[in-house]
């Protein structure tokens, strides 16, 4: 599943293309994705200039000063240009075309993707509204995350992948931060001291950072919106390692469920 890191790296893959360049229409091959793809979209999309590609969590904001294209590539999408003229195959439910020929495809086999518009301010839009602070800025901080968890008797793992509490942190981030900061994943969110808030904070901000300079990571069909897969995959410490010896002190990686999702550590490194 696309996290923050691959969303921000599609969305640096094609800003520069975007930015600036007008619409000449969509084609939306199937509207039944998580929610209905509006039938006038095209009609609304011709003729506007892209403003601004945002990011906001894991949603992608098309600023078309009329109104904002909201995107979500939700289990399974995968966002990038193509040639004019590329046959749509069985899973490609929507096209973005500029009057320059560039054509934007979205591929998304599971169907939980969102392609939504939205007048006024997205950052108001009910599925926008109500996420949490963004991991790289000010307001998401150690005190933030001490405050956030005071009354969640949940696993810490849990509570990071709560998109209330940080936006955009999903499975993979969650597992590899809490490596790094030394944090047993089962750990109850409101038994972390401050301090250890304060360093987990940071250990999530440093491992989405390093995800996106490595373009995120490429598992099962993910890849960039260069066509390029990611590569931190090659950096993982514990997911997907269960059974291997950990990096920093060769103990077994060990491998629970939490929530339905694998959750991966070390037992002698995380406590
Ligand atoms: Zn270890």
């Known amino acids: 599943m696309p996290e923050?890191?691959?969303?921000e790296t599609t969305r640096r893959g094609l800003a520069p293309l975007l930015v600036g360049k007008r619409i000449k229409a969509a084609v939306v091959r199937h509207h039944g994705l998580r929610q209905p793809v509006p039938r006038n979209l095209s009609k609304l999309l011709a003729g506007t200039t892209i403003h601004h590609l945002t990011r906001r969590g894991k949603y992608l904001l098309f600023?078309?000063?009329t109104g904002t294209l909201i995107l979500h590539l939700?289990?399974?999408g995968r966002l990038w240009v193509?040639?004019?003229g590329t046959p749509a195959e069985k899973h490609d439910h929507f096209d973005l075309v500029l009057e320059n020929g560039t054509v934007v495809r979205l591929r998304?086999?599971?169907r939980f993707g969102l392609v939504l518009w939205h007048k006024g301010d997205p950052l108001g839009h009910p599925l926008l509204a109500a996420i949490g602070p963004e991991p790289f800025s000010l307001e998401f901080d150690g005190a933030r995350l001490y405050r956030a968890t005071r009354n969640r008797s949940a696993a810490i793992k849990l509570v990071l992948m709560d998109s209330h509490v940080v936006a955009g942190v999903g499975n993979i981030y969650a597992n590899e931060a809490l490596f790094r900061a030394g944090i047993r994943p089962s750990t109850p969110a409101q038994r972390l001291s401050r301090?250890?808030?304060?360093?987990?904070a940071k250990r999530v901000r440093e491992t989405l950072q390093d995800a996106i300079g490595a373009g995120g990571s490429s598992l099962r069909d993910y890849v960039g919106s260069d066509g390029l897969a990611g590569n931190f995959q090659s950096q993982f410490m514990v997911y997907g390692r269960a059974g291997q010896p950990c990096q920093h002190c060769g103990t077994t990686i060990k491998?629970?469920?939490q929530g339905?999702?694998?959750?991966f550590y070390c037992p002698r490194c995380q406590r």
Not at 4 to 7: A, I, K, N, R
Not at 260 to 263: D, F, G, M, S, Y
């Open 4 to 7: 923050l890191p691959e969303v």
């Open 63 to 65: 600023d078309c000063g």
């Open 74 to 76: 939700g289990m399974s």
């Open 82 to 84: 193509v040639n004019t």
């Open 108 to 110: 998304d086999p599971r």
């Open 195 to 200: 301090e250890r808030c304060d360093v987990l």
């Open 255 to 257: 491998e629970i469920r």
């Open 260 to 263: 339905q999702r694998a959750t």
